[in-house]
């Protein structure tokens, strides 16, 4: 056979393969059309409208729906909650709405409810007090929104104790419908003048750009990064961040996440954001308006206070895949004490608190020291518990470097009519009206501090004339 013949013969074998390639793809693809249509049908036939197993409860034991109807439905009792019981370290807002839901929706017996305070007195951060030795000293206030879902959920359930027959959330919800929260002066310039921020951001679009990116961020891609490494004067210079960063308290060095997660919390409040009219505010200071009353409510139910009682570890067991608190090692009034637990038991644990190891001043004497370092407290608590296993996080990110957390607080109380009416002038409200004054803080622009003032409904605590 020639060449020529050869080649030829080669060409039509490979020209009968790629015959029988196609023929057979071809019928391959028919198999699946059948497969297709077959599925198709039976799906067809076999369709009901339903949606069983769509709020069934998942791994987590948690009910998922649209609307209300979950939400006011009473929870089963769980099994076995009678023999459990509950240590809450701490007696702040978070630590006492945990044992206040262990009651309501756990249906978990008071007397099995033991909440461990260092203090004398509950409350945490939420504080208020008339201190013989300093006056009225409050370190702080609390700004609320109407998406506090899990606040509002539990203080419907609280009754007033000044208010006979409505719940803690019917007072709140008619002193703000009636007195509306916003400002009239923002911010001051030149000692006291109208800042005229006027609503406006004066945010550039590379500022604005800045702002989207840090948004779309992958949370993983944030860790350890600061705020000033996604934003530049484009919004550091703007009234965005004037608004911002005194509404939050945040620093250009803090945490870029914690920037991002604030944003993406409150974004739907955007536009109340220049005037406050997004907040709203309780009537007196938040330890008689939402502390005694979830305290009453807890003492009513049988839950024990343990006062003066320091935790200073939670020691863990290690095994089998599970973390199992086995002891609570604590200081009650100096001496040392501990807690054993069973696996059937549950502790909560606040790790970490902004006003934790507050150092006080007076007329006469300036808060020296370093607060945070100290032994005591939450962050101490933290620290002993994180030495044990690394899942337990990372507290030294929170307060290792006091100068770049630490913040100061003033609570002035004055009835003298030359102050006062330089407020007037500022806020353009009577501070004597029982009603809204300044509608958040007034910020100082052009403080080296970045000063800013508030003066809330007064008076501010009951026994106030």
Known sequence: MSKKALKLGAASILALGAGAAVVSKKNKRNEQRKVTKDIQKRAHEEFRNTERGKYTKNSKGIYYSNGNYEAFARPE??????????????SGLGALAAACFLVRDGQMKGENIHILEAMDIAGGACDGINDPTRGYVMRGGREMENHFECLWDLFRSIPSIETPGVSVLDEYYWLNKHDPNYSLCRATVN???????DGKFNLSQKGCMEIMKLFFTKDEDLYDKT????????VFDSD??????????FENWHSALEMKLYI????HHIGGLPDFSA???????????????????LEDAGVEFRFNTRVDNVIFDFRNGKKIAKTIEC?????????????????????GSCTEGTIYGDHTHAPVGNA??????????????AAQDSSFGHPEKFCGDISKSDWESATVTTSDEKIISYIKKICKRDPRTGNVVTGGIVSCKDSSWLLSWTINRQGQFKEQK
């Open 77 to 90: 009792k769980p099994e076995g909650v009678d023999d459990k019981s509950a240590y809450i370290v701490g």
């Open 191 to 197: 000692r006291g003048e109208d800042a005229h921020t």
């Open 227 to 234: 705020i000033e490494d996604f934003f530049d004067e484009e």
């Open 240 to 249: 965005f961040w004037l608004y911002w960063r005194t509404m939050f308290a």
């Open 264 to 267: 993406q919390r409150f974004i």
């Open 279 to 297: 907040l709203k505010f309780t009537k007196y200071n938040q330890y008689e308006s939402l502390i005694l009353p979830m305290q009453k409510y």
């Open 331 to 351: 200081t009650v009034k100096g001496e040392t004490k501990s807690i054993d637990l069973t696996e059937n038991d549950l502790v909560f644990v606040t790790n």
């Open 372 to 385: 945070e370092v100290r032994t005591s407290g939450c962050w101490s608590l933290w620290k002993n518990i």
